[in-house]
């Protein structure tokens, strides 16, 4: 756990500065997460590409992200791939079999170091072990632009620290859907292994990545981001909060007894969400009035559909 961040641009054309919004609130919570931070980021959607993340990790890296890529493109055609930092970034020609990629992906993980952290036409998340300030260094955080991100800064109470369980996390197997949260989820084993029963996959031992698989089956339902936030706080227990994203909205919620912090700032222009009131203030480099929902409270907002993107062309690392 430590502190999460969101952030929804009102008022732009789809190209707002969230990355530099993004650096500046998890710096101002980093002094007390220094284990691994990131940021799901959504971007402007890419003439119906696909945008895959992918954590490839081990002793030759360029071996294994290569692997990927020609395997990758078995199944669909690669425009464009490259490491970034610890992370391959693929954008693939329109696919209608998303899981299908996902899968064959994985199928590299036989040997080990390779997982899928995103997929999506909007949606790319950027996570790894250490501060911000590492995560501006390697992967240019501050460059990147679109229309909203949530993000964490953690410190590691319960699990592993590693660049899988850094968040936020895709809510797999739904693409262009990301949680984050600070706090617990005392029954995610429980729920882990129901899940695992209906064949889903996790990567990692941590409470959140149950938070997105719930948030995701509920979707694939028929629920809406708001719906299946108002019924994971039914289901999940323990005392957390959670920010939470799609391609068209951010949401924000707090459990039954609203024991963790999550404080609230709206104007005509954004909307700002974190854990922290000084995070608000910092990443938006002005003095905010900022409210604090109740216990049991969920609040989602719509973005603007922006015009369709160039992929990478509007940032350095996505």
Known sequence: ??????YLDRAGDGYAPIGSIALKMLRSLSPHAPDSTGAAFFMPQTHGQVLVAVKIEGDDERTLSGRVVRRVGRKANVVKSRMVGHTLQLVLDAVEDLRGVVDVVESVSEIGGVECFSVGRCLSIVKDVGSIEHLEEEYAFSTIRGTHMIGQARLATESRV????????????????AVAHTGQVTNHHKLRRRYEAQGQRFFTDND?????????????????????M??????????????AA?????????DFMGARPLVIAETDDFVVVSSEAAAVCEGLEQDLVTWEPDAKEVHVWPIRMPPVADPFGQSASL
């Open 208 to 228: 959140a990545e149950v938070i997105g698989t719930f948030l995701a089956l509920e979707m694939e339902q028929g629920a809406s981001l708001e719906d299946a």
């Open 162 to 177: 590693d660049m899988s369980h850094s968040q936020p996390f895709w809510a797999r197997p739904r693409p262009d859907v």
């Open 230 to 243: 108002r019924a994971s706080l039914g289901v999940l227990d323990g005392t957390y909060a959670y920010v």
């Open 1 to 6: 756990m430590y502190g999460v961040v969101g």
């Open 246 to 254: 799609t391609e068209r909205e951010m949401g924000a919620a707090k």
